[in-house]
């Protein structure tokens, strides 16, 4: 065997050393006893021979033979030493008889450092093999709460029961989502012929595109599990070209405020009247809303339903729309957005966090029509997102509430913790103690499988309370907004409004106007106060010099001179907070100090809520 594989791969690791000294990062192989200091006191545990993936072998054990390898695991040491004669010697057997004994690795979080091994492992890598025969031991990381060990602790339970190790991945709750679209669990080892297709099923992806967890998931949650089974490989192809923009995604850009439209040149106005697309009774803007339940059953599906039929009114016949309702499984999905396209719908509404990966799923396959989804913080650019910063109005509320309540006890009623909704909590709290210092909030939810929340009412004995925004569609015990319960029944003082009807009609505009420009980014409109789609109604019953007051703080919000979520902010457990970001305030997943509950365990939601809370990103601790 000559020494040209040898040169060839030497060259390999020069440029990778070259790149990465220019990039100011260290050009030689990671040594796991150098980042971790305290190795020896953390504990570990016996997995046993396996193959692991190469792509995850990050390292060496020690920092011995450290500088013989660049980064990317390619020689580094001259042609005419003792170790490129045995590594010339490691690539000889492999091509003769195939390495076969294991090499000795150590793993910690998902990635695997060689104690035993390392020219075998660059052999392998520069021969571009899949797997390495390892006996592994893992390394247990220290027991502390942070978003990568909750993570690296949900794939311990996955390899309990797949003893596989080909999936990392970076966000929370995916190797539960993934078990669930192979129809197994994390609580129980997966049954043989499901640990095979798993593995089958990311082989096939892998060979077509690359070993990106992220991408495979988005694949599987598209086109399912079936798809990277019994598709061909250029039906899988064709899939993965469909869905290539979104395995870039990275960021999501929140469009807070409604921009005004440019002023159009002459020459624009010309042009668009020759090649754009002009709307009028006679040529209308068709739309489908597409609904997971019954706008007459449902307080939020109602919202949007009558904002919908208010379009009529602000467009007259330029806009056409068309509702569908109970689509609440894929099949009535598809169903619905066949019907839409067929009617000619060019704009597509669905309005629950639920509904998010069918509409994906809608997106991606007709890319001529364009798909929102009423969520946030949603990483997908072929659906935009909106919801509405209800949070400036619950802070409003909050502050009469405090100024109402006769005993410092408030309840405050909420559905179920979404990226967003914690916000509205806590912006309600802190409104609460600006005007009663000793204002407790008790935090209910309406959304449990075993209680109700007006029953648990009775227990705290609250002065005022905070229900949920709307009436009930039918039966309607008046039991919503911000009321008191007294002998002569149920009166009302406030409402914090979605003004569907102007969201949908800002959003018409904006489509019809041309403004639907691409980008790279996740696009979530965002809207509050100062665009008019949230707002607050009051009753007779509140007191004039409040009301003077609530709807002053509401100009400086509506101006932005003020922020609910300014200043020193405090958790219940005494920790200080900040919410400077939409992102902070978006991914909310603490209460304030004087909110006196705790958010749902999982498992104690219902199951329309469970899949509202899985598809809409807040991790329930």
């Not at 754009?276 to 339940?293: H, N, R, V």
């Amino acid at each position: 065997m000559s020494n040209l594989d040898y040169t060839k791969a030497r060259k390999l690791g020069e440029r990778e050393y070259q790149r990465s000294v220019a990039a100011g990062n260290w050009p030689y192989l990671p040594a796991l006893d150098e980042m971790l200091r305290d190795r020896t006191k953390l504990k570990e545990e016996p997995v046993g021979q396996l193959e692991i993936p190469l792509s995850l072998v990050n390292g060496t054990l020690t920092k011995g033979r450290q500088q013989s390898f660049a980064s990317n695991y390619m020689p580094l040491l001259s042609d005419d030493t003792e170790f490129a004669m045995k590594w010339v010697n490691v690539l000889a057997y492999q091509k003769r008889e195939g390495i076969s004994d294991p090499v000795k690795a150590y793993e910690f979080m998902g990635r695997f450092y060689i104690a035993e091994g390392n020219k075998r492992v660059s052999v392998l890598k520069f021969l571009g093999q899949p797997e390495i025969s390892a006996d592994v031991i893992r390394i247990m990381p220290p027991d502390i709460d942070t978003k990568d060990i909750r993570i690296y602790r949900e794939f311990l339970k996955f390899f309990r029961c797949t003893n596989f190790y080909g999936l990392i991945f970076t966000e929370e709750g995916n190797y539960e989502k993934l078990a669930e679209l192979f129809g197994q669990s994390l609580a129980q080892r997966w049954s043989e012929d499901a640990v095979i297709n798993l593995k089958s099923s990311v082989s096939n992806f892998t060979r077509l595109y690359s070993d990106n967890s992220e991408a495979f998931m988005m694949y599987l949650e598209v086109f399912g599990v079936r798809s990277l089974l019994d598709d061909t490989d250029d039906k899988i192809k064709s899939n993965i070209s469909l869905l290539r923009k979104e395995f870039n995604i990275k960021t999501i850009t929140f469009s807070e405020n409604p921009e005004p439209e440019a002023k159009k040149s002459f020459l624009t106005e010309i042009l668009t009247g020759i090649i754009g697309k002009k709307y009028s009774p006679e040529a209308p803007l068709k739309m489908a809303f597409i609904y997971d339940g019954d706008p007459e059953k449902s307080r939020w599906i109602n919202g949007h339903e009558q904002g919908r039929l208010s379009l009529k009114e602000n467009f007259g016949g330029t806009v056409i729309t068309k509702a569908f309702v109970n689509c609440n499984t894929s099949e009535k999905f598809d169903e619905a957005v066949q019907d839409g396209l067929k009617n000619g719908a060019e704009l597509f509404i669905t309005t629950s966090p639920a509904q998010i990966e069918d509409a994906l799923r809608a997106a991606v396959i007709n890319p001529s029509v364009k798909f929102l989804n009423c969520s946030v913080h949603m990483l997908y650019n072929s659906v935009r997102t909106y919801c509405g910063r209800m949070y400036e109005a619950k802070f409003l509320q909050g502050m009469l509430a405090g100024i109402l309540t006769r005993n410092d006890k408030i309840a405050y009623v909420s559905n179920y913790p979404l990226c967003g909704t914690v916000a509205s909590i806590n912006a309600f709290a802190i409104g609460a103690s600006m005007t009663n210092p000793n204002a407790e909030i008790f935090l209910l939810w309406s959304s449990l499988k075993a209680d109700d929340w007006r029953e648990n009412l009775k227990i705290n004995n609250p002065g005022i309370i905070a229900g949920p925004d709307l009436p009930l569609p039918q039966n309607d015990d008046g039991q919503f907004g911000l009321y008191k319960l007294s002998e002569t029944g149920v009166n009302i003082f406030m409402k914090c409004v979605y003004k569907w009807g102007r969201y949908y009609s800002l959003i018409i505009e904006k489509f019809i106007n041309d403004d639907w420009s691409e980008n790279d980014n996740a696009l979530n409109y965002w809207w509050g106060m100062s665009s008019g789609v949230v707002d607050v109604e009051f009753s007779d019953n509140v007191p004039a010099n409040s009301l003077k007051l609530i709807n002053s703080m509401k100009q400086l919000i509506i101006s932005g001179a003020f922020n609910p979520f300014s200043g020193e902010l405090i958790s219940q457990n005494g920790e200080r907070k900040s919410a400077s970001s939409t992102e902070e305030i978006v991914k909310m997943d603490w209460l304030n100090e004087n909110v006196r509950g705790k958010f749902p365990a999982f498992d104690d939601l219902t199951l329309s809520a469970q899949r509202a809370v899985k598809a809409n990103g807040l991790i329930i601790k």
